[in-house]
């Protein structure tokens, strides 16, 4: 990787100066969605639940959509809006005829995503702890998990994003690789009490099982080794997606 | 006599291909310094992958290219910090404004805010964007458009502009302002590069000009020199068919110059008017229109390559 931390700082800017012009209509729905989520699934749907693990419903759901919401956060922005800025707004060929460099527009994304996933993240965080479904100060533990979620959706999408020869493909991104992770994360059940145990192995696999995890425990205020795995997963898979992502950009916007 | 400075771009047998096809076959290319600088060529002929090998967004499959005397392969960072480039199709934020345009592009060369600002209100006034400035690009007009997009390239005070075909479906009116820019430009000490397929727009700007076709460089020299090595100063055009052309040419004293392109046939000599009257002479009462007018590049591309600059290369 050649990065100069100060021209991948202009990318983030130059998405950071566009997205003020729209924040108002961007971060409002951040905080209507969890709402529905909590107030449909939480105390709808959980109202025919007595318990699950020693905790209401609600309280399970909690954390489980706090990763969700960083995951959703990265994602939009690494999928449509940075494929709308190579193909159509030519975005990338403009910045690569000044000093900033491939690598600094995979940086300057990378981290703007994850900005974006803190917007989501963050609001959902308020809107859970005005519901009072935050431990405090202990969940305050789980506000890192974001960032972290932020990184590793954001390294998946842009591996997916920098490859893809057309933009229909989306809709096979999210429909079967986010929605079903989604479902199928530990968010809404626990997978570990419905799964048999060598398909456990398997599910580990799965990349939103790490962060609902690891905000779980910071729920929960219960850390054992298996957050070291975890953190672990995010940032293996982050870093091999992000050296694929950087020879798809490389290719595509330096042949 | 001051030191000759060594040139700004020094291309040495660069090939560029993608997959079978060659873009660029073993071009040779020096762009002296302080001059202004053309690349003529049909469409295909490989002058945009010469540009990008210039400013580094292309690695030349064999060859060096040397910007500012270092080579873009290693150094491409620092060689695009003093180089500024527009592109054939403009790179702009269509929902930002012009000068919010202007200030992120200001900060990818790391120019701190106040440069920015002052260089912001210099280019808008060089440029005449006026109140355009603070108006969102996707409501200015293609004119507007390209001299913002000329503005950007201009955010680093380049010793090198580069501009991909600049006034490529422009109105006349504004072909002919941003010239005067590019001229003043020029006349400031800025190096300037352009690639065109208007062999009007590389005749007024250019002091120099490479001709490529099928990414080899096919000539090499400034505008006049190439029309008068290879034709004479003067043409005249007619038309007839190939029978005709061939009783007219054989009915002159002295062989001269020709080309044909369809119908039309062009002879050329340096002081036209004892051909034109030659010529009428030979036409009998037939009184066709003959047009006596300056040879161009135009006629030096027809004459060295057998097709048209607006035929594919």
Redesign the interface.
Known sequence: MDV?P??AW??W??NA??YR?TWKFNILPNFFEPVFYLTAIGIGVGAYISEIGGMRYIEFLTPGLLAVAAMHGASFEVTYNVYVRIHF???Y?????????PDDILIGELLWSMTRSLFYGGGFFIVAALFGLVPFPGGLAALVVIPLAGLLFAAIGLAFTMRIPFIDLFSFYFTLFLTPLFLFSDVFFPIRERLPGAWLIVAEALPLLHPVRLARSAFLGEWGWVALWDVGYILAVSAVLLEFARRGVRKR??? | MPEPKPPVVSMRGVSKSYGRSLAVDGLDLDVPAGQCFGLLGPNGAGKTTTLRMIYGAARPSAGTVAVFGRDVARHGRAVRAQLGVTLQDNVLIETATARENMEIFGRHYLLDAETIARRVGTLVEFLQLGAHADMIVRRLSGGFKRRLAVALSLMNMPELLILDEPTTGLDPNVRQGLWSRIRALRAAGTTVLITTHYMDEAERLCDRVVIMTRGRAIADDAPAALIAAHLAREAIEFDCDEAEGERFLAGLDDAVPHLRTGDRLMAFADDAGWLQEALRALDGGDRRPFVLRPANLEDVFLSLSGTRLDEEG
């Not at chain 1, 060929?93 to 460099?101: C, F, S």
Request: hydrophobic share 30%.
């Open positions: 100069s100060r021209h202009s990318v800017r130059r100066t566009l012009r707004e030519k975005a060929d403009g910045m690569l005829t000044t000093p900033v460099g916007m330096m042949s």
